[in-house]
């Protein structure tokens, strides 16, 4: 059954969810999210079909029950201020792939996270710099790293300070 048939054929059961007021809760809210981005529900913006879609990011069928779900997140450590996040970029999302975590944690946990060979170990770039408790700005230590500086140099070779005309 193709996504938009699940949506037509469980057409009731949708508009029960409006009827009760659980589309007002924050859970509904992240649930939802998920079944537009994945094409379950239509009206996937174009980078969502972009991004989900046409990688064919999933959500497992007993996912598309809110009930399910939502019985599910209140197990997995749900909290207002946390939001799901995929384990595996590339894989959908069903029990064993999401977990919920802070913003913070999910923004490292993305497709375009850079990472750096550190004494042989992949790190992640944030992480590095951070373990390295380096004086000089993000931006600027970022800048050295895509043009190619060698990462102790990066976070160790201090700013040129600008004479003054």
Not at 41 to 68: F, L, M, Q, S
Not at 77 to 83: E, I, R, S
Request: charged fraction near 35%; hydrophobic fraction near 30%; include cysteine.
């Amino acid at each position: 059954m193709s996504r938009p048939e699940y949506y037509q054929k469980n057409k009731d059961k949708w508009k029960l969810y409006r009827q009760n007021k659980v589309s007002k809760y924050p859970l509904y809210t992240i649930w939802h999210g998920i079944l537009v981005r994945t094409g379950v529900r239509p009206g996937a913006k174009d980078h969502e079909v972009r991004d989900y879609i046409n990688r064919n990011i999933t959500v497992c069928d007993e996912w598309k029950d809110y009930k399910t779900f939502e019985t599910w997140a209140f197990n997995n450590g749900y909290a207002k201020d946390l939001v799901l996040d995929r384990i595996d970029n590339d894989s959908g999302y069903r029990p064993d792939n999401c977990r919920f975590t802070t913003r913070s944690q999910n923004q490292r946990n993305r497709r375009i996270t850079r990472y750096v060979m550190i004494d042989g170990v992949r790190t992640k770039l944030i992480d590095a710099y951070e373990k390295a408790k380096c004086e000089i700005p993000y931006k600027q230590f970022l800048s050295r790293i895509t043009r190619g500086w060698d990462f102790y140099d990066a976070v160790s070779i201090p700013l040129k300070k600008l004479k003054a005309a």
